[in-house]
């Protein structure tokens, strides 16, 4: 019966898919208590002193305007947006769906694990860095999916492997928690092909060492464990773009 309702389900239409996904997991989060608990664009912005910086570069390909452009779009969305103790930053309930009709642009995408485009593509890259802040603040990730693929080599990575937030809206989201006694915000901004992430507390805040320990499995395959303070948090395998 389950294997009939899945493949009763992959025949609908896309667009009945990613309604029955975002229906399903509004239920969820109502159910759960979480709905309350979420930060949204109603939510209050207010310039916070700056604690410490994530800085990346945007590296320079035949999709970066339309990139840039996104991350931009969707910055506006979460610059200076309180999250208050107790309170989740939802990438997915403050940026929404990007589509055109909204303003975003074709870029690059993984989907499926294959490199390919689609509207809000390198959205991501904001995605992994508010994921690396959370990380470094001892804040407790309630959502996160790694990508399946490593698309870069230790020459042109700008991250660390294992840093990484991928998000579909309806599908995959990135979440975390204000578990500390203060206030908190990101400010984000650009200069010239690099993108900054300032993550801002009311009160001083030590940012934790993070670890990011590679293993490899084969010439295609290698595993991420991520470590904070020491302590195991994920651990991740990572398929190899091979030339």
Request: proline letters at 6%; aromatic letters at 8%.
């Amino acid at each position: 019966m389950k294997h009939l309702i899945r493949h009763a389900a992959r025949q609908l239409p896309d667009p009945i898919k990613l309604s029955i996904r975002v229906g399903w997991r509004w239920l969820r989060d109502q159910l759960t208590g979480t709905t309350r608990q979420l930060v949204t664009t109603a939510g209050r912005r207010q310039v916070l002193p700056r604690r410490w910086s994530i800085q990346q570069p945007i590296l320079p390909g035949p999709h970066t305007a339309a990139k840039q452009h996104n991350l931009q779009l969707a910055a506006q969305l979460i610059r200076h947006r309180l999250i208050l103790p107790g309170q989740i930053f939802s990438f997915s309930t403050l940026i929404g769906q990007p589509t055109a009709a909204r303003g975003y642009q074709a870029g690059r995408m993984l989907i499926n694990g294959q490199v390919s485009t689609s509207v809000g593509g390198g959205l991501c890259q904001l995605s992994g860095m508010l994921y690396l802040a959370a990380l470094q603040a001892g804040l407790a990730i309630v959502e996160r999916h790694p990508h399946s693929l490593d698309i870069y080599t230790e020459t042109n990575r700008f991250a660390p492997l294992g840093a990484d937030a991928t998000v579909v809206y309806g599908h995959k989201d990135l979440r975390f928690q204000n578990t500390g006694e203060t206030a908190i915000c990101f400010d984000i901004e650009w200069k010239e092909n690099t993108i900054s992430i300032h993550f801002c507390s009311a009160a001083p805040w030590t940012p934790h060492t993070i670890e990011f320990l590679q293993t490899s499995i084969s010439p295609e395959r290698v595993n991420v464990q991520t470590h904070r303070a020491g302590n195991l948090l994920f651990s991740n395998e990572y398929r190899r773009l091979l030339p």
